[in-house]
């Protein structure tokens, strides 16, 4: 895929649609917002970066590359007491990552909260945190994998948009000589948190179900998706573009995710669904063979609604994993000659 086509900033914003004509009378799904997403300020040379662990543990000398970048772009890091910090497989206890996250949450003069990694614990500890004053001055959340469940919270509560990304886990160490769709998606988290506005191509997929659609943006992992399922987390999808990913598990257990987000009814009344990078997929056992791809499971628990697919987005735990914007209108078109995400 060339890579050009991936990334691109627009210059303009919005939609021309004629007043005379509805969404839905043009072929296009998904429901308007009951208010408007609300964007934290884009950042600026000099404002603040925060570094935290709310899930996995990662050291102080494994954050330095992204450190090195980002004090590049002339943004300050100021790194949590959790870098460092270690509880077994977790970033610290419970009580030091949300103290940490909390800290973070509550300082007007940092900008935006970068997770150091994922892995597990974020869910752990959202229900000892307290959002009011990140509400009085909200901020980039910046992260996926694990940190879905943080994004889903706040979209559910606040509606205030969060940036689905590469962490620091992910900075290549000498960036010059990375490959260019490393380099290409590290420069995607730049260009999103200073207001570029983005837009993303995928190539057709003869399992592509085409069509347009129009709704607020918000998704990540399948698998903490359906974790955070009837709690105070849980995603709200209504009308929205639903994107998921996924690694490392069996065919039969990806059926089973989404056989749950089909009975709680979180597959209906999407305006489209964005399938990522579904890698590492754990081959069967022999005798025990599941038998259905991933396209198979997918399009069994859609089949009934008519909202546009895509599949192989560039998004997930892979090389090619680009800076999302949750909780923020996109349009979403998938024809037979292309995908197009666009802000």
């Not at 069967?284 to 599949?311: A, H, S």
Request: proline residues 5%; positive net charge.
């Amino acid at each position: 895929m060339n890579r050009k086509h991936f990334l691109s900033t627009l210059m303009t914003a919005g939609i021309g649609i004629p007043a005379s004509k509805s969404l839905a009378a043009m072929g296009i799904t998904g429901t308007s917002p009951s208010k408007e997403p609300q964007i934290p300020p884009y950042l600026k040379p000099g404002d603040i970066i925060g570094i935290t662990c709310p899930a996995g543990y990662i050291n102080r000398e494994e954050v330095l590359p992204s450190l090195r970048i980002m004090e590049r772009w002339e943004f300050n890091i100021r790194i949590g007491n959790t870098v460092g910090m270690r509880d077994y497989s977790f970033g610290g206890t419970d009580a030091d990552r949300a103290k940490d996250l909390q800290a973070m949450l509550n300082d007007p003069n940092i900008k935006a909260i970068m997770c150091g990694r994922g892995g597990y614990g974020t869910a752990r500890i959202l229900d000892q945190l307290d959002f009011s004053r990140f509400q009085r001055h909200p901020k980039w959340i910046i992260g996926f994998s694990d940190i879905t469940a943080l994004h889903c919270h706040v979209n559910r509560h606040f509606g205030i948009a969060t940036l689905h990304s590469k962490m620091c886990n992910s900075f290549p160490d000498d960036f010059n000589k990375a490959e260019p769709v490393v380099q290409d998606t590290i420069m995607s988290i730049y260009q999103a948190l200073t207001g570029k506005k983005m837009q993303y191509t995928a190539p057709p997929d003869a399992n592509n179900r085409k069509g347009t659609a129009r709704g607020v943006l918000i998704g990540g992992n399948l698998s903490v998706i359906q974790s955070i399922s009837g709690t105070d987390s849980e995603i709200d999808t209504n009308g929205k573009i639903l994107f998921l990913e996924e690694v490392g598990e069996y065919l039969y257990n990806i059926d089973r995710m989404f056989n749950t987000l089909q009975r709680s009814h979180k597959l209906d009344n999407l305006a489209g669904l964005i399938i990522g990078g579904f890698n590492k997929i754990k081959p069967d056992d022999p005798g025990e063979e599941f038998g259905r791809t991933v396209y198979d499971i997918v399009m069994e628990k859609v089949k009934n609604f008519k909202y546009p697919v895509c599949f192989n987005f560039p998004s997930g735990h892979q090389k090619n994993n680009y800076a999302l914007k949750c909780g923020m209108m996109h349009t979403l078109t998938v024809a037979d000659d292309k995908v197009l995400l666009k802000e």
